[in-house]
Structure formats: C-alpha cells, structure tokens
C-alpha cells in the first residue's frame, strides 16, 4: 500500500547514497542525452526527486499515452514481485 512504501523510503538506506551524492555513477544514453544516476518507476504518492520516473497524469498525445501505459505496466510488474516475496 502507499503507507508501507512511503515507510519504507523514509527508513531505508536504499537513497542515502543518491541524497548524500555518494551514488555510483552509471553513465547511460536516452535520446542522444547522457546520465549518471539510476532512475525509479514510481507513483504519485512519491517525493518530487529527479531519480523517481512518474507516469503522466493525462497523456496529451499517443507518445506519452504508450509511456504512460508501459511504465505503469512496468511498476505493476515490480509491485506484484515484490508481493510473492
């Protein structure tokens, strides 16, 4: 649920590291642009961090309706793993 994953980011260690710029740099390509640092798929309930990936509220156009719906798609694959576990 929201609660529990809020819970658990406000007492892992898991984003000490990216808050702290500790964080590994693991350089990688999207759209000819480079980045450092690990990205999440996440909700809305989450803080505004550049490391967290939300899907758009409403998908102005047939690009962000497919983004929206493969990474929702995405973090409903992760969150239904995570409950086997």
Avoid: C, M
């Avoid at 702290?20 to 759209?31: F, G, H, M, S, W």
């Amino acid at each position: 649920s929201a609660n529990n994953d809020l819970t658990v980011l406000n007492h892992s260690s898991l984003f000490d590291d990216l808050l702290n710029d500790i964080a590994l740099v693991v350089p990688y390509k999207v759209n000819e642009v480079t980045f450092e640092k690990g990205y999440y798929l996440a909700n809305e309930i989450y803080p505004q961090w550049a490391t967290f990936v939300k899907s758009f509220t409403v998908a102005r156009d047939g690009k962000n309706a497919l983004f929206k719906r493969r990474q929702e798609g995405a973090r409903k694959d992760v969150e239904r793993a995570f409950g086997v576990l």
